[in-house]
């Protein structure tokens, strides 16, 4: 057979499955070495499945498609993660030459029946990879029609048909998934060797130990609305574990608030882990604080925070001709304030209400409104909008603020009530720096940051420990999600720290502070060597 023109990759995804047309230059044959690219930190393996074309056509029905399948044969898609995450296209981190090992062996249809056969990687004598192939998402029978769909299929083309979970990044080896090379496969013993490799030399992973969770996982996580940050964060924990654990790990995401709806939630055991904001205003529910007062949660534990730099801020229409809250409360102007809803869950509405009432600021008894909403973006739109002349807001990285910023007076929160508010309720103060907002000098303000992970004790160490380890050492996934904007711009702020990200509000799970101790410690070593 000549060489294949076209490979076709098929790749898990957190919102489904995508294809992909490959080129062949990156094809290499079983036992050929493979050179690691100087330009990537990060190659990593996958075994896979691979369908070889025996007889093209376009648009071929699914109970005909096995028809047109020659053989099956695999492959290891080796992916430079660092360059596929680059963007939401991942065919830049597949598709460099001579990187996708194929064969040797190509079996016949008649030969096996593929449905109950297995594929396993092998590295180093360890095996990193194993699942059944009935597991694939979507049949091969399906693949072909779908691809053959839009692009037809030729003979010699290879559909390559995902990897299963514990690819490279995500598991420990004397050989480091960042610095790994090519491995060539033997499919009659259904195993991956490692061959000699050129180019650059591997180095020893000194980070802490990899998770490797072999029993299959069900948990439950609580994220926020369904599009925003905690969700996301979510979605990156839950693939990271499941890549990490066994092969019939299933994990669900509740939408939420991120309030206290979420603190409720893990401390009521309706989940095993949820996300809140701001950090701070968790711990009240350790000691029945504030809107907690009639909740106990003694069993409440952190698995690590997100970083988010983000304040609570009081702006006003600079036309009013007030700069600070003595002014405010001396002319009493009537105002039309926009922020979030007061329900005793949303930490926004229950901090600017708790911020007014404590300055001495009557909104609705000097003959004002109150515009409540649930998110950000509504009551920046009712200020953009000219609805509001004032706000009392977080998520001050939106670019919404800077758009209004040059005609609104941002105010300091007076020193006694940001003293009584961490008095009653363990609410930090922070300081705004100059010229964040537009022409506004520095101010201090009550601290709205950080995404934090709760948990409860009864938690699986294992499994606190493999959350902590995905949050520390697999950021560079999250991160890649947020580079497109400034540090102090983006709503994670990048780059994110291990050891910071163990410092935490609520105790952390004994697994979770593991990870930490063994992530400070190997930090220390660096720096003594």
């Not at 995500?170 to 000699?196: C, D, E, K, T, V």
């Not at 992973?205 to 599009?227: E, V, Y």
């Not at 005793?344 to 000097?366: K, T």
């Not at 609520?506 to 060597?529: C, F, M, N, Q, W």
């Amino acid at each position: 057979m000549d060489k294949p023109q076209r490979i076709v990759l098929q790749e898990r995804h957190a919102a489904g499955t995508l294809t992909r047309a490959g080129v062949s230059h990156s094809l290499l044959g079983a036992y050929d070495d493979i050179v690691l690219p100087p330009e990537s930190q990060q190659v990593d393996y996958e075994g896979e499945l691979v369908v070889v074309i025996g007889h093209g056509g376009r648009r071929i029905a699914e109970q005909d498609a096995l028809d047109h399948v020659l053989g099956y044969t695999v492959a290891n898609d080796i992916t430079m993660r660092d360059f596929q995450y680059k963007t939401h296209q991942w065919i830049q981190g597949k598709a460099w030459d001579a990187s996708t090992p194929v064969g040797p062996y190509l079996v016949r249809p008649s030969e096996v029946d593929i449905s109950h056969a297995g594929i396993r990687t092998i590295l180093n004598g360890q095996k990193v990879q194993e699942s059944d192939l009935s597991r694939l998402i979507f049949s091969i029978p399906h693949l072909i029609s779908t691809i053959s769909t839009f692009s037809t299929l030729r003979t010699g083309d290879l559909i390559l048909t995902g990897t299963p979970g514990g690819v490279g990044y995500a598991r420990p080896s004397a050989l480091p998934a960042s610095r790994r090379s090519g491995h060539r496969r033997n499919r009659r013993r259904g195993r991956i060797s490692q061959p000699r490799s050129r180019g650059r030399k591997p180095t020893m992973n000194q980070g802490p130990a990899a998770p490797a969770i072999d029993r299959s996982l069900t948990l439950q996580f609580k994220g926020d609305w369904g599009t925003a940050n905690l969700h996301r964060v979510c979605g990156w924990i839950c693939q990271e574990l499941t890549d990490r654990s066994g092969p019939h790990t299933r994990i669900a995401i509740w939408n939420g608030r991120g309030f206290s709806d979420n603190v409720h939630a893990v401390g009521r055991s309706e989940v095993d882990v949820a996300l809140a904001t701001p950090a701070a205003f968790t711990a009240a529910a350790l000691d029945r604080r504030g809107v907690y007062r009639d909740a106990h949660y003694p069993e409440l534990r952190a698995l690590g925070v997100v970083p988010q730099r983000d304040r609570l801020v009081v702006a006003v229409h600079a036309a009013l001709g007030i700069s600070t809250f003595a002014e405010l409360r001396e002319y009493k102007p009537p105002l039309s304030l926009a922020t979030s809803i007061n329900d005793g869950v949303n930490h926004v509405g229950l901090a600017a209400h708790a911020v007014l009432e404590r300055s001495g600021v009557d909104v609705e008894g000097w003959g004002g409104t109150i515009l409540e909403d649930e998110r950000p973006f509504e009551s920046l739109d009712h200020v953009l909008d000219g609805r509001a002349n004032a706000i009392v807001h977080e998520a001050v990285m939106l670019p919404h603020w800077q758009r209004f910023g040059r005609e609104y007076r941002f105010l300091e929160i007076e020193p006694d009530v940001l003293k009584s508010l961490e008095d009653s309720y363990g609410w930090p103060a922070a300081t705004v720096p100059d010229d964040y907002f537009p022409d506004q000098p520095a101010f201090q303000t009550l601290d709205f940051s950080d995404f934090v992970v709760l948990t409860r004790s009864d938690l699986a160490d294992d499994v606190a420990y493999a959350i902590a380890w995905i949050l520390g050492e697999t950021r560079e996934i999250l991160e890649s999600q947020y580079r497109h904007l400034p540090p102090h711009r983006s709503p994670v702020t990048y780059p994110l720290d291990p050891p910071t990200m163990g410092i935490t509000p609520i105790p952390l799970h004994p697994g979770a502070a593991r990870y930490y101790h063994a992530v400070s410690e190997d930090k220390t070593d660096s720096r003594s060597r």
